[in-house]
Structures are given as C-alpha cells and as structure tokens.
C-alpha cells in the first residue's frame, strides 16, 4: 500500500540549505514542480540540485496520496469527502491580512493587473496583456525561463466571453454545482493556453497560473491559490487540478459564509471578499506570518 506524503514544511524542517531541502522534499516524493513552487525557487534550480545528486525521481511523482485525501474524481469530490478548512477568528483573520499588507511588496501588479483587465473588458488582446503583468510578475517561478502564448491566450478569451462576462458579474457566494461544467472547461482551456510555450521547459503547466488568470476575469467569483494554500485546504492539485479547484472554490465559499456569519466584513472598495481571503491565506499557509 503507497504511504501518504509527509507534509512539505515538516520534511524541511530544520534543514540549513535551500539543497538539503531539495533533495528531501525530492526523497519524499514531491515532484520538481511542487518543489519549486513551495521553496519558490527556480525550477532549473531544482533540477541542477537533483542531477547533481543523482536524484532522478523528481520528473513525475506516482501517485503517492492517501486516496481518502484525494479523490479520483470530481463526483466525490463534490460530495464533501474532504474536511472544511476552519474558520479563523475576527481577530486571526484580520491579523493575517493585515500582516499580508505590510510584507508583500507585489501587490502593485495585482492593481496594474485589475485595472487593465477592467478597463478594456472586451477586448481580448488587451485582457491578455493584462493577465502578463501578474502572470509574469506573481508566478516568476514558473515563467522565468520561457512565457506562454499571449495569442493563444487571446482566443480562449475570445471563445469563452459570454461565459466570462456571466462569472465576472458574480460572486463566490453564488456558486452552485451546476457552474462545474463550465469551470472544468475554462479551467483546461486556460491550463494548455498558459502552457510555457519556449525554451527548456516548453509545454510545462502551472494550475497556479490559471486560478490567478481566472480570478482576474472574475475576481469576486474564482478564488486564488498557491502549492500551499491548495495543500491546506485538502485539495492539492497535482493530479486532476481542476476537480481540485472545484473542491477549493467549495471550500472557499464555505469559509466565506463561516467568516461572514461570524460578522466579519469581507472585502472594502478595493479589495474583493476573495483578495481579502487570499492575503490571510497567503500570510497563514504560505509564509507562514502569522
């Protein structure tokens, strides 16, 4: 029987180099990916430690999970197999935003980015200009040797409009099941379209990429995630991301209506309920600030 994955941070735990934790988190089946974006390091980076130390079993990693952890498909997913991420108090979640503010020193491109994907809705050669500045600014990781197709982007924006003009006028608390189908596909569309398209790492994916290209064509609607925030909330995404991302934007809009029956105000006139939630994700599960 595979053993589940013991969890990134603590197989790192105490290590002194960023390649002592490579080769770990390498031994302990985390594939090149994931490796990459949880120390966010570069993924060639990655690789050198890997060969250098005869480590080849980071190219792609078995199916290792617990498959209570991580069902096989979208349908189990749906029926709430995995737990609900808890509910932070008034005073956590506000902490962690808060902190989130005064740490990340990159949130001048998710405002570019918002603007100019508002301001020429419509147009899908400018949206796509749009998403590159925080694409390539925010997931530098994954674009640093090669970028994607800014044309073929442009067509899957173009093809998916009416359906993107209806998400971006909602919010996460109106998701119902019914929205799968047409998540699941933008959701693949938007995968192989941000698909490096050049250099050494030409074809590699980012599932991180899309929730952020999503979430700018309809911030108040689909939520942001990252290696660890998907990790916390029970549903990483190496294998079948966007069943995945079904079960996170679930999950979201539970913790959304937990916080909001608590009376804690979500978003303000800048900041959407879910870029409200993710700078208290980011601070708590990624960085680990607070």
Not at 15 to 32: E, H
Not at 34 to 40: A, D, H, K, P, T
Request: hydrophobic share 40%; with cysteine.
């Amino acid at each position: 029987m595979q053993q589940e994955r013991q969890a990134a941070r603590e197989v790192v735990k105490g290590l002194p180099t960023t390649s002592a934790k490579i080769r770990a988190l390498a031994q302990a089946g985390y594939d090149r990916t994931e490796i990459s974006e949880f120390l966010r390091i570069r993924y060639q980076h990655v690789r050198k430690v890997l060969l250098d130390a005869g480590i080849t079993n980071g190219l792609r990693r078995p199916l290792q999970a617990n498959p209570k952890a991580i069902p096989r498909n979208a349908s189990s997913l749906r029926n709430g197999s995995s737990a609900q991420v808890p509910a932070p108090s008034a005073v956590e979640f506000r902490r962690g935003y808060l902190t989130f503010r005064d740490k990340e020193r990159r949130n001048a491109m998710y405002k570019t980015a918002t603007f100019l994907v508002k301001y020429f809705w419509g147009k899908a050669a400018e949206i796509a200009d749009g998403l590159g500045v925080l694409l390539l600014t925010w997931n530098q990781a994954h674009y640093r040797y090669g970028s994607f197709d800014f044309q073929l982007l442009e067509k899957v924006v173009t093809a998916n409009q009416q359906q993107l003009d209806s998400f971006r006028n909602r919010d996460i608390f109106s998701y119902v099941p019914g929205d799968d189908p047409a998540i699941t596909s933008l959701f693949g569309q938007l995968l192989d379209a941000l698909r490096i398209c050049e250099g050494k790492k030409k074809g590699a994916k980012s599932p991180v990429a899309v929730a952020k290209a999503l979430h700018l064509l309809a911030p108040a609607y689909f939520p942001l995630w990252d290696f660890e925030i998907a990790k916390a909330f029970g549903c990483s995404y190496g294998h079948q991301p966007a069943a995945q991302y079904l079960a996170f934007v679930r999950k979201t809009k539970y913790l959304a209506e937990q916080l909001t029956a608590q009376g804690i105000a979500l978003g303000d006139a800048d900041r959407t309920p879910l870029k409200v939630l993710d700078e208290y994700n980011y601070a708590r599960y990624t960085k680990h600030w607070v």
